[in-house]
């Protein structure tokens, strides 16, 4: 009992001390419990902190690969563009140029092509040249002509004169003008009457003026010389119709010489015609035939004058036929009796046979 | 007796009364031939001489009578028979008609067809005197007598079936038949593209083709005088008479002596040259352009015409035919004619051609300023005895030279004398120019040009104004008002205010 009373004694110490110790574990406690809660509070707020961060961390990483995938994406997609784009811009460039130089030389060959300008008009000024030339050669050549042409008439004149008056020729005893005895050599003259023949007397030309106004054309004085071979000209697209005779013949004919007849040729009041208008006036006081009066009575004659044919004429006069009838009569008046022998009648009936096995209807 | 009488009027003297021939009437049914000749020439004979005459011989009746019989009769008859027609025939259309009328076309066809070559000429040259006249005359003046619908002369004459026999006749050998022949066919053709394109049919053009190298100068005349009518109605003919080989032949007939064979030589490229560039291109390349220049040098007055006329025609059709004929030395020829000829249309014509060749471009003009040609130019328009015609034809050729030329040394004497609407163009010319060239506006300014244009007066807004302006603007301002007119006197005025500063 001791200890009890000891016990009691420290009860009271013992409440005291367990209240102040309570007390103080008390006070330690909320102040503890505040600083755990402190603690604990700042740890979970590190920890969710740390959580935050974490999680911004991770979301900064998903953006940022995210991001970076997309941008790569479209990245390429720009890059191929931009090289397109590049590309593009070389090709313009150098279809640019391609179209350039074409253009410059289509241009300049087809549409104002200076160079064969150039060229064609100086082949024109050469062929200017030489037409120039041929020309004047030409125009020389005629004149050279004209000039021989004067020049042989010339000549021809004079040795016309010469053969006039040939009897001015120098004989052995007398010398002629032309052939002076003080001079060296003959005149030029002297020689030509040498050599030239002497010219006869011309028949002198009969006839009428009037029959010479009539005769004498202005265009046709004399026939143009005998032409034996036409001209080839170019086949004509129409040729004339109708049968020509042989052109040299029609051309001989047309200028065969004027022969006119007697009664043409003179003049009314010649002999003959004088005595001829007086034989008609005798005719007319006493005609010998009847006959109407028909003028150009000469070609009537020629006209009435019938000679019969020699198929129609029979021994008696003119047959019947041909103008009484037409259709023969006895058409077997010509076919005589006579067989006719043939040279290869053999064939003729295998043929026949041949047709008939072909087409017997035609044949049958 | 009769026969007497005939002789006395064949000789053409002594009474042209009707009674002649009321007296020559009953002798034209004469049994003699040859009475019926002497009269038939001898109303050839009058008619011939006269036109009241002719008038008289138709009246009376005779010409049924003449030509009833024609194909039986000889061929002294049918000639002089001819003879007769053609002496009515060639005085007016109206006798013409006469003679058509009374039936003697188909008379003269007989006669075409007849073997002598006498004959032959006589019919195709009344044909040619009828076809000669056409029916315009003939609506403008008719007789009374005449009631019947007018017809085409030519066109008559082609009806009748003339045309293929006159071209055989061409191909006959003698000259003077081929001559009338040809003549006949161009009378013919002239009047429209119908009638030629006929003559054309009866295939005319190849034989006429071949006749060009014919020695004889009035057959050549003839000729090209036909092939040139022929070609100058269309397109296709001329190219049918150049595919008949005509070129370079007829270059040779401006060789020719005779001065009317060029001229119808010239005539013929002139019909073809006018239609197309292609066929100006041709004779271009056939060297013709340099004959025709050739013959333009060596000839005088009216044979040049036709010639001028074609240079003209191919330097129109395009920019280069007018440098080829430029090439061929074309417009020496051109100006001399213009300072030679004394003729006012054929000044006009080359004043025409020169401002053809001149009014492509620059190149051009320059060509035909630097020949001096544009004073000459100034010269005949400012002259006051030019006609009407010529002062046009000049004025439009100096208007199309000026406003492609760009050689100023040669617009320069022009400033001097020109009248103000040519003024403009030189004017403006120039304002076209000097902006550009600075050596140009030294020389403006050294030669005198500069002050001619202060001189000029112009009304403000008008385009000569403006040219002037221009022209003032490429110039500093102190040099315009230098020369700028009474500059002096306003130097002298500034010198009398001016107080010396001592």
Not at chain 1, 201 to 229: I, N
Request: proline letters at 6%.
């Amino acid at each position: 009992m001791a200890a009890l009373a000891r016990l009691q004694e420290k009860l009271q110490r013992l409440q005291e001390e367990y209240f102040l110790t309570y007390r103080a574990i008390d006070e330690e406690r909320k102040t503890k419990y505040k600083a755990a809660v402190r603690i604990q509070r700042w740890f979970r707020a590190c920890r969710v902190r740390a959580y935050l961060r974490h999680l911004s961390k991770m979301a900064i990483l998903i953006q940022k690969w995210w991001r970076g995938y997309l941008r790569r994406k479209y990245f390429r997609e720009i890059v191929e563009r931009a090289y397109f784009i590049k590309k593009l811009e070389f090709y313009n460039e150098m279809a640019v140029r391609i179209q350039k130089m074409w253009r410059g030389y289509y241009v300049r060959k087809y549409i104002h092509n200076f160079s064969a300008l150039k060229r064609y008009l100086e082949a024109v000024s050469l062929n200017n040249e030489f037409v120039r030339s041929e020309l004047q050669e030409y125009a020389e050549m005629k004149e050279n002509e004209e000039k021989m042409k004067d020049l042989e008439k010339k000549e021809e004149e004079e040795k016309y004169q010469a053969r006039k008056m040939h009897y001015l020729l120098s004989t052995a005893q007398i010398p002629g003008i032309y052939n002076s005895p003080l001079r060296k050599s003959p005149d030029p003259m002297e020689l030509l009457l040498r050599k030239s023949k002497p010219l006869t007397h011309r028949k002198q030309k009969m006839g009428s003026s009037l029959a010479d106004e009539l005769y004498c054309w202005p265009t046709c004085e004399k026939p143009p010389a005998f032409v034996t071979t036409l001209p080839l000209l170019p086949a004509p697209r129409q040729k004339p119709q109708g049968p020509f005779r042989d052109p040299g013949e029609v051309l001989r004919q047309r200028y065969k010489p004027l022969e006119p007849t007697l009664r043409v040729r003179e003049s009314m009041n010649s002999p003959p015609a004088k005595a001829r208008e007086a034989t008609g006036r005798e005719e007319w006081r006493s005609p010998i035939h009847d006959n109407k009066f028909l003028p150009f009575s000469s070609y009537h004659k020629n006209a009435e004058k019938y000679e019969p044919s020699i198929c129609n004429s029979g021994k008696y006069g003119r047959e019947a036929y041909g103008t009484k009838y037409f259709r023969e009569v006895n058409p077997k008046k010509w076919i005589a009796d006579k067989k006719v022998k043939l040279a290869v009648c053999a064939h003729q009936p295998q043929k026949q046979s041949y047709a008939k096995q072909l087409c017997p209807e035609l044949y049958g | 007796m009769s026969l007497r009488l005939a002789y006395s009027a064949v000789s053409g003297r002594g009474c042209v009364k009707i009674s002649v021939v009321c007296l020559l009437r009953p002798l034209l049914l004469d049994v003699i031939p040859s009475v019926r000749q002497t009269v038939a020439l001898a109303l050839g004979r009058l008619a011939d001489h006269d036109v009241e005459m002719a008038e008289a011989v138709v009246k009376a009746g005779i010409l049924p009578q003449l030509i009833c019989l024609l194909p039986e009769e000889n061929r002294y008859y049918k000639k002089t028979a001819a003879f007769v027609l053609r002496a009515i025939a060639k005085h007016s259309p109206q006798l013409a008609q006469a003679v058509v009328q009374c039936g003697a076309l188909e008379m003269l066809v007989v006669c075409l067809e007849d073997f002598d070559p006498g004959v032959k000429e006589g019919a195709s040259w009344t044909f040619g005197y009828i076809a000669r006249h056409n029916a315009v005359h003939l609506r403008l003046v008719c007789l009374d007598t005449w009631s019947s619908p007018p017809c085409e002369l030519s066109q008559a004459v082609v009806d009748a079936g003339a045309v293929p026999l006159l071209v055989l006749c061409i191909q006959e050998p003698e000259i003077a038949l081929k001559r009338i022949a040809a003549s006949t066919l161009s009378d013919i053709s002239k009047h429209s593209p119908e009638l030629a394109q006929t003559v054309v049919d009866a295939g005319a053009i190849a034989h006429l083709a071949q006749m060009i190298t014919n020695p004889d100068a009035k057959l050549k005349r003839q000729v090209l005088s036909a092939l040139s009518q022929i070609a100058k109605h269309s397109v296709d003919l001329a190219e049918l008479v150049v595919e008949a080989e005509i070129f370079p032949v007829v270059l040779t007939c401006l060789k020719d002596s005779d001065e009317y064979v060029k001229k119808n030589g010239a005539t013929l490229i002139r019909e073809i040259a006018k239609h197309t560039p292609e066929l100006s291109q041709f004779i271009v390349n056939s060297g013709g352009v340099a004959a025709l220049i050739d013959c333009i040098g060596s000839c005088r007055g009216t044979v040049r015409l036709p010639g001028i006329m074609t240079l003209g025609y191919v330097a129109a059709h395009s920019e280069n035919l007018s440098m080829a004929v430029i090439v061929s030395k074309g417009i020496s020829p051109l100006s001399a004619c213009l300072i030679e000829e004394h003729e006012d249309h054929i000044k006009a014509a080359a004043a025409w051609a020169l401002g053809q060749i001149g009014r492509h471009t620059a190149e051009h003009a320059r060509h035909v300023a630097t020949a001096n040609v544009l004073p000459t130019l100034l010269d005949i328009f400012v002259d006051t005895r030019s006609s009407e015609d010529l002062k046009m034809k000049t004025k439009k050729a100096l208007k199309n030279i000026l406003q492609k030329c760009t050689y100023l040394p040669a617009l320069e004497p022009l400033l001097h004398d020109a009248p103000p609407n040519i003024m403009k163009h030189v004017i403006g010319q120039f304002s076209k120019v000097l902006p550009h060239d600075s050596k140009a506006r030294r020389l403006f300014v050294t030669t005198g040009g500069l002050k001619k244009v202060q001189e000029i007066k112009a009304e403000p807004g008008s385009l000569l104004q403006e040219y002037i302006n221009t022209i003032n603007n490429c110039y500093p301002e102190e040099i315009v008002r230098y020369y700028s007119p009474g500059y002096s006197e306003i130097l002298l005025e500034r010198v009398e205010n001016y107080q010396p500063v001592l």
